[in-house]
Each structure stands twice: as C-alpha cells, then as structure tokens.
C-alpha cells in the first residue's frame, strides 16, 4: 500500500528503500526537523491510544533498546514490538514515529548523535525531498512507514 501518487514521490519512496537501516532512521528524524511546525496531529482517538500505547514501550527500554527496537520496526525484524507494531493501522503508525521524533526531541527517546552526518549518497535523495510540496512529504512519509514492521 502506497500514498504516494505522483512520479517525484514515488521516486522518493523507492530511493528510501535502498538505504540502510540506520540511513532510513536518520533521514526520518531530518524529515521530522524540516517539517515538525507544520503538522498537526488529526488521528482519531483509537489511532493514538494505540501509536501511545507503543511508543511507551519503546520509551520504557534502555536507551540502546530503544535504538534496536526502531531497527527492528525499520528492517522489518520479528520482534515483539515490530509485531505490534505492524498491527497498528496506518495512522497509528504515522503517530508512532511523530511521538518518537518529539521524544528525541524531550530527550527520553534515543537521539541522533548531534555530530551525525548523512551519507553522500543521500545528497539526491534529500534534494528530491525538498522539492515536494508539505503534503507529497506526508504521503511519502506515510507510505514508507506503512511497510515497516514484522513481516
């Protein structure tokens, strides 16, 4: 299942694949930064109780768990949490990642090390994400993270 509708994201959507794991976290923690002031969670109430419920688990684990457990929702790992979590719907899914970019944020959430740099190979990428309007990066986001999650 894919939101992305038009060529420019779904070029997107299929560049993002192809990067590893930890290149996938760190490009949606860039994401988030560049567009945080303009979303406006809109989830029905059943959406956030359960991306709440999940992201409180992952909250709750040490601070290396907390990283393993986004890898293992990313690379699509059977784990326990990458099993709830693909049972979530998509809007859950969505909420999961925004709570856990505001987390980073609040600092109770593993961080991307501030001295991170992209890899090369990401300057296309990232450029073809800056030229999407705010909602193709919102259909692109929720398109990559509908995937991830148990297999």
Do not use: H
Request: charged share 25%; proline share 3%.
């Amino acid at each position: 299942m894919t939101f992305a509708t038009d060529e420019r994201t779904k070029k997107a959507v299929e560049q993002f694949r192809k990067f590893d794991v930890d290149t996938q976290l760190a490009l949606l923690w860039f994401g988030y930064l560049d567009i945080k002031e303009q979303l406006i969670p809109a989830n029905q109430t059943s959406a956030q109780d359960t991306a709440a419920a999940l992201y409180d688990q992952i909250k709750a684990l040490p601070k290396e768990q907390q990283l393993q457990a986004q890898r293992d929702i990313a690379s699509r790992a059977n784990s326990d949490i990458s099993r709830a979590y693909t049972a979530l719907s998509s809007s859950a899914k969505i909420d999961v990642w925004l709570r856990l970019a505001q987390g980073m944020e609040e600092g109770v959430v593993i961080q991307v090390p501030s001295n991170y740099k992209l890899p090369e190979n990401t300057n296309d990428f990232v450029n073809t994400i800056k030229g999407l309007e705010f909602e193709q990066r919102v259909d692109f986001t929720r398109s990559i993270v509908i995937e991830m999650g148990a297999k």
